[in-house]
């Protein structure tokens, strides 16, 4: 009867002992979202509202997602317009991703665009929320025409640290200068790949096209 | 080309130098004759052994692998006959106990009906009319001589009373046979009622024949595997392959069935142990649980059918007392329906997650969708209900063809087995034969390669008149067979 009881007890354990061996957050995303709010690119937060549903529509229960704006000084948690981390139950997931996107869409609503575009800071920003949160996928979109503008005293010209943290742009619309001389943009976008990949970023992308978000989404 | 001229004497002269290590190697080979052509032998030879060995090794075991599976395949055979037997004298007994065992009260009934009948046919008897003695008397009067009026009036009386006479024995002529009538009008239904006891006793005499039939085909089955013969064990065999592939076959749709259960279950059941949360690196713990409730299920229906002595997968069930049985029984079927309603209620919990999902969906969308509230709609919400509450029951019938799959398995394994090692065997004597016949083409081989000063000492031995050498030892057993 004895070897009977312990047997029944290791059955009654092992889900335990199997849990313990797991990492939870290893299946987990963390997205941060940065949208440009300076100059006329406010214009195109219907579109980030776009991400932003399908991001709400993709992450799952235990996942993490921020939306921050780009303005003239990002490095700050007062940009933060949103964030949650989805609980582990479907329903109550879908209930938290309702509220965000009431928050978001508030935040549509009254937007005001910004005189200086400070996206070092808000990537600044995003590496420190993800790596609190510290999900298993870390991604950090970045929302704008990339074109960053620093007021007078903003110092952003040192080292970042992105490690293993993918970054994608999106929606980066071409200026009037970039249509005359269109190296102005390739030269911006070949800036930006090198300064996120010597950060240590995992990969960069740059998604122009709405229709091709699922790249923005890490694969499980 | 550094390593080829390494190898050469006069690097500028490379024909030279091939020729001179040609030369060098053919007089070392030469001299190594002896010796070389013993070690290609002996390993040959040892090769050959080796094989031969363990191809004698792998045959003997099979063939004891074989004698084992045969005695378990005909003791197994033996054990079914003999229940199949149990059965059909079990069929026998009810059917003696039932119907002919109330023989002696038919046989009674059988008997007071047919006296009733006899008795009644008795009275069914014509009864002939009054002999007419009174023809005599008028004979006599009409002979007498002297009659005159008085013998007319005499005959005239004699013909009112006979007439009286006759229409009172006609009218009693005619009560009797309407009497009559009514009897065998009555005996009607107790004719039918012989008829149908008697058609019964022979049904059931038409059954006891063909129970004994089988029977005998069932003993003649069990007298073959008694007497260990190749036909009963082959046809044994046979069966049991068939009852594999059968018993496979209804696993597999079982299986099918097991996973729709799970698609059922798991995502509710990530509402329950959280959807985040992971036991290994691939594993979702709700995936896990869905998965254990599915098998659960499954057990319970396997405790179920072996509480009902439909399966005997575990003797300590069979062999328990039938209070203890029935015990266990109840406790497997109340289990499995509590599991069942559980699991009605996570397809029930399943279809308001999708419909939470698809609504939140909703929102996010610019197009609002038309909602549409039909009773189409819902019935997939309750067939998702129905199926969860009968997939269980349905999971539970899995016993069967699982005990069919573990009986078979054994012997079907053990059959193949057996002859993996017999063609394993085959292979490795052929290898065998292989390498003893390997050994005098390699000995070929080396000589073809000092054939120069072969050629030189047949010469010499030739001019000096001396007898050839020996050839090298053969092998020592150069055949495989």
Known sequence: MKPFKYLLLACLLLPFTLAGCADNRAHTQGVYLLIDTSGTYAEQVTKARKIINFLLANLNAGDSLAVAKVESKSFSEKDIIAKVTFDRRPSQANLEKRAFNKKIEAFANNVKGSAFTDITGGLIQAAEYLNEANPGYKTIIIFSDMQEELGKGTVRDFPIKLDGIRVMAVNVTKLNTDNLDPRRYLDRLAWWEKRVREAGATEWAVINDLEHLDKVVAPQ | ?481
């Open chain 2, 1 to 481: 080309m550094n390593n080829f001229n390494s190898w050469l004497f006069w690097p500028d002269q490379v024909a030279l130098s091939v020729l001179a290590l040609f030369f060098l190697l053919t007089i070392f080979l030469y001299a190594a004759r002896t010796p070389a052509h013993n070690v290609i032998l002996a390993l040959c030879n040892l090769v050959a052994h080796a094989l031969r060995f363990t191809a004698r090794w792998l045959l003997h075991t099979a063939e004891g692998l074989r004698q084992r599976n045969k005695s378990v395949l005909l003791a197994h055979g033996q054990d079914e006959v003999t229940s199949q037997v149990e059965r059909e004298f079990e069929r026998v007994t009810a059917l003696v106990r039932k119907e002919l065992g109330e023989y002696p009260a038919l046989q009674r009934k059988v008997m007071d009906e047919l006296t009733r009948i006899e008795e009644d046919y008795q009275k069914c008897g014509e009864v002939p009319p009054p002999s007419p003695e009174w023809v005599q008397a008028l004979s006599a009067i009409a002979n007498l001589k002297s009659g005159g009026e008085f013998s007319k009036k005499l005959l005239e009386d004699l013909h009112k009373s006979v007439q009286k006479v006759h229409d009172k024995t006609i009218a009693e002529y005619r009560r009797t046979y309407e009497g009559r009538h009514k009897i065998l009008k009555n005996l009607m239904p107790v004719w039918r009622s012989v008829d149908k006891s008697v058609k019964n006793i022979d049904a059931n005499m038409v059954n006891l024949n063909g129970n004994a039939k089988a029977i005998d085909v069932h003993m003649a089955r069990y007298e073959e595997i008694r007497a260990k013969t190749d036909k009963s064990e082959h046809t044994l065999a046979i069966s049991a392959f068939v009852q594999l592939g059968i018993s496979s076959l209804v696993m597999l749709i079982a299986v099918g069935g097991a996973f729709i259960n799970f698609k059922l279950i798991a995502l509710p059941m990530s509402e329950m142990v959280g959807a985040s949360d992971y036991l290994t690196n691939s594993l979702r713990t709700s995936d896990v649980a869905a998965l254990v409730i599915v098998l659960m299920e499954a057990s319970m229906g396997l405790f179920l059918l072996e509480s009902l002595r439909i399966t005997h997968l575990f003797p300590t069930m069979s062999s328990m007392n039938d209070q203890m049985r029935k015990r266990v029984m109840w406790a497997a079927l109340i289990l499995l329906l509590i599991l069942a309603s559980i699991e009605s209620s996570l397809a029930l919990m399943r279809d308001m997650l999708i419909a939470d999902k698809a609504a939140m969906l909703h929102d996010l969308a610019t197009v609002q969708p038309v909602v549409s509230d039909s009773l189409l709609t819902n019935i997939p919400m309750v067939g998702q209900m129905v199926m969860g509450f009968v997939l269980p029951f349905v999971l539970a019938f899995v016993a069967i063809p699982l005990e069919a799959v573990v009986y078979s398995l054994r012997t079907v394994a053990g059959v193949v087995i057996v002859m993996l090692m017999r063609a394993l065997s085959f292979a490795l004597r052929f290898t065998a034969m292989i390498f003893s016949r390997l050994g005098r083409i390699l000995l070929g081989i080396y000589d073809i390669t000092i054939v120069l000063p072969l050629m030189v000492e047949r010469w010499v031995i030739g001019l000096r008149g001396f007898a050839p050498p020996a050839k090298p030892g053969k092998l020592t057993s150069g055949s495989a067979s």
